[in-house]
């Protein structure tokens, strides 16, 4: 499986690309990538402040070649995430239910699941912000960004490179096993 990859300069978000993607083409794996995001979701309808330069990407598959649970597929895809960040940060990279990844206790990376259906097939879309040269003040809940933790410019390019590869690989396991 490859991600078919749609580059956008400025969206509302990235799931709901991918959701109007999913109903108006035939596509079973996409990867929507966006310079900026004016009005990116986060879990139970909070807004994921968007900074130009950071990662907003959202992974959208067909669950029909998946015989897993949609619990084992978020912690699946929590890992993933988690696994590209470490390439950048050697250090320890904490996961907070249901979607977020931490480090020194400041949340770096939110992720956001949702299901849609289209026909007889349903879809999931992994939504994916990951702060990469700046963080968002959020009261009572602090954040980071990578920039800072490891004081070095990183590509986004290469971060979004990196992370479709190491989605693809997994996900390609998965299908696989089953077979």
């Given at each position: 499986?490859?991600?078919?990859?749609?580059?956008?300069?400025?969206?509302?978000?990235?799931?709901?690309?991918?959701?109007?993607?999913?109903?108006?083409?035939?596509?079973?794996?996409?990867?929507?990538?966006?310079?900026?995001?004016?009005?990116?979701?986060?879990?139970?309808?909070?807004?994921?402040?968007?900074?130009?330069?950071?990662?907003?990407?959202?992974?959208?598959?067909?669950?029909?070649?998946?015989?897993?649970?949609l619990n084992k597929l978020t912690k699946i895809n929590c890992l993933i995430v988690?696994?590209?960040?470490?390439?950048?940060?050697?250090?320890?990279?904490?996961?907070?239910?249901?979607?977020?990844?931490?480090?020194?206790?400041?949340?770096?990376?939110?992720?956001?699941?949702?299901?849609?259906?289209?026909?007889?097939?349903?879809?999931?879309?992994?939504?994916?912000?990951?702060?990469?040269?700046?963080?968002?003040?959020i009261r009572n809940y602090p954040t980071t960004h990578l920039r800072k933790l490891?004081?070095?410019?990183?590509?986004?390019?290469?971060?979004?490179?990196?992370l479709k590869k190491i989605f693809e690989n997994n996900l390609n396991r998965l299908?696989?096993?089953?077979?």
């Amino acid at each position: 499986m490859k991600f078919k990859i749609f580059r956008f300069n400025k969206v509302k978000s990235t799931n709901n690309t991918a959701i109007r993607i999913i109903k108006n083409y035939n596509y079973d794996f996409g990867m929507i990538l966006s310079d900026l995001q004016v009005n990116g979701r986060g879990q139970y309808g909070k807004k994921w402040v968007s900074y130009k330069g950071n990662l907003f990407v959202s992974f959208f598959y067909n669950l029909k070649n998946f015989k897993i649970s949609l619990n084992k597929l978020t912690k699946i895809n929590c890992l993933i995430v988690k696994k590209c960040i470490s390439q950048y940060y050697k250090k320890k990279i904490h996961f907070k239910k249901p979607n977020d990844l931490l480090i020194q206790k400041k949340k770096i990376c939110g992720i956001l699941q949702e299901k849609v259906n289209k026909f007889n097939n349903t879809y999931l879309i992994v939504g994916i912000g990951v702060n990469l040269i700046k963080s968002p003040f959020i009261r009572n809940y602090p954040t980071t960004h990578l920039r800072k933790l490891i004081n070095k410019d990183i590509s986004k390019k290469k971060f979004e490179l990196k992370l479709k590869k190491i989605f693809e690989n997994n996900l390609n396991r998965l299908i696989k096993k089953r077979v």
